[in-house]
């Protein structure tokens, strides 16, 4: 017979033993069910523009592939680290993830480095698409051919405008036709793309950079025209439309590029079943003709296949802040 002092040590150790086990499945359970509550994307950039086009077709993917809602959330602010920052400090659980671009990852850090964002420590899940850039003008703008811009800025300088997102990729590559160019172009920034783009269709600015996401519907309607494509060939969507190096501008690629990455410490299991998710989505026939409607190109590939992207895109775009003298405010 067992004495009572006994009995209490054992009634202890199954206890201890049955909240460890609790505390275990609870770590557990929100990965094996997930997921189980509506999952938000932050998108770090205002509304209209080209990253949030892209951030609420992720959001429509996931919402159909998983079964819960998916939804985007724009936190513009600060070269798209502050909502950088607040997908980098959420939960890892997987109901917070950031719609992750050249400008979050590579710009935005360099820009406002006071801002405490470390973009490396983000997990890579799944890359989306990539998407050509378009140079163009408005109705009002004294030029219509990227040579005929270039002769202008020559012998008015000062005088033409080039509409920007502040601190977003299109800044850069106009900083950087500037530089490649040698003209005289005023750099107007703007919180979105979407500003910039009525200012550019209002005739308040001449010049803007934008993705194919954003351009091409509005060359459909004509109220703006295309100079160039940042594209390494003619689009057939606008075979019109030359290359910036057809166009005289050396050396002038660059393609937008968007995916989902989550806080540090998202669960293995949360990235596995993001990524399938997007990568069937990038399969169906629905998507691809929306992409194919924007001139996007889908991305389907691994976890490591968008990490070792991302590892060669940001050298690329550190070396052009550095190269446009820009800093944040």
């Known amino acids: 017979m067992m004495s009572g002092s006994v009995v209490r040590r054992l009634l202890l150790g199954l206890v201890l033993a049955a909240l460890c086990c609790s505390a275990v499945d609870a770590q557990t359970a929100p990965e094996a069910g997930y997921p189980s509550r509506p999952i938000r994307l932050i998108v770090p950039y205002t509304a209209g523009g080209p990253t949030d086009v892209m951030g609420?077709?992720?959001?429509?993917?996931?919402?159909?592939?998983?079964?819960?809602?998916?939804?985007?959330?724009?936190?513009?602010?600060?070269?798209?680290?502050?909502?950088?920052?607040?997908?980098?400090?959420?939960?890892?659980?997987?109901?917070?993830?950031?719609?992750?671009?050249?400008?979050?990852?590579?710009?935005?850090?360099?820009?406002?480095?006071?801002?405490?964002?470390?973009?490396?420590?983000?997990?890579?899940?799944?890359?989306?698409?990539?998407?050509?850039?378009?140079?163009?003008?408005?109705?009002?703008?004294?030029?219509?051919?990227?040579?005929?811009?270039?002769?202008?800025?020559?012998?008015?300088?000062?005088?033409?405008?080039?509409?920007?997102?502040?601190?977003?990729?299109?800044?850069?590559?106009?900083?950087?036709?500037?530089?490649l160019t040698a003209t005289d172009i005023l750099i107007v920034t703007y919180k979105g793309g979407a500003d910039d783009l009525a200012d550019l269709i209002g005739g308040h600015i001449d010049l803007a950079i934008e993705t194919s996401s954003v351009v091409l519907p509005r060359l459909a309607d004509g109220s703006v025209r295309a100079l160039a494509t940042a594209s390494p060939a003619r689009l057939p969507e606008a075979p019109r439309?030359?290359?910036?190096?057809?166009?005289?501008?050396?050396?002038?690629?660059?393609?937008?590029?968007?995916?989902?990455?989550?806080?540090?410490?998202?669960?293995?299991?949360?990235?596995?079943?993001?990524?399938?998710?997007?990568?069937?989505?990038?399969?169906?026939?629905?998507?691809?003709?929306?992409?194919?409607?924007?001139?996007?190109q889908g991305r389907p590939g691994t976890p490591t296949d968008f990490a070792n992207f991302i590892a060669g895109e940001v050298p690329k775009w550190t070396q052009m802040v550095k190269l446009s003298g820009l800093h944040g405010e």
């Open 56 to 179: 609420r077709l992720m959001a429509q993917v996931l919402s159909n592939a998983l079964g819960q809602q998916s939804y985007v959330e724009n936190r513009p602010g600060a070269g798209s680290t502050l909502g950088g920052r607040i997908a980098a400090t959420a939960e890892p659980d997987g109901y917070t993830l950031l719609v992750a671009t050249a400008a979050t990852l590579a710009i935005g850090p360099q820009l406002y480095p006071d801002a405490g964002l470390d973009p490396k420590v983000f997990v890579p899940i799944a890359a989306f698409a990539t998407v050509p850039y378009f140079m163009i003008a408005g109705p009002k703008t004294p030029a219509g051919t990227v040579a005929e811009v270039i002769a202008y800025a020559k012998t008015h300088p000062g005088k033409l405008t080039f509409g920007v997102p502040n601190g977003a990729p299109p800044h850069m590559l106009a900083a950087w036709f500037k530089n």
């Open 241 to 296: 439309v030359p290359t910036l190096i057809e166009s005289g501008v050396p050396d002038f690629l660059a393609l937008s590029w968007t995916g989902l990455v989550g806080p540090p410490g998202t669960p293995q299991t949360v990235v596995e079943k993001v990524n399938a998710a997007i990568n069937a989505g990038l399969d169906s026939p629905d998507l691809k003709s929306k992409l194919k409607a924007l001139g996007a």
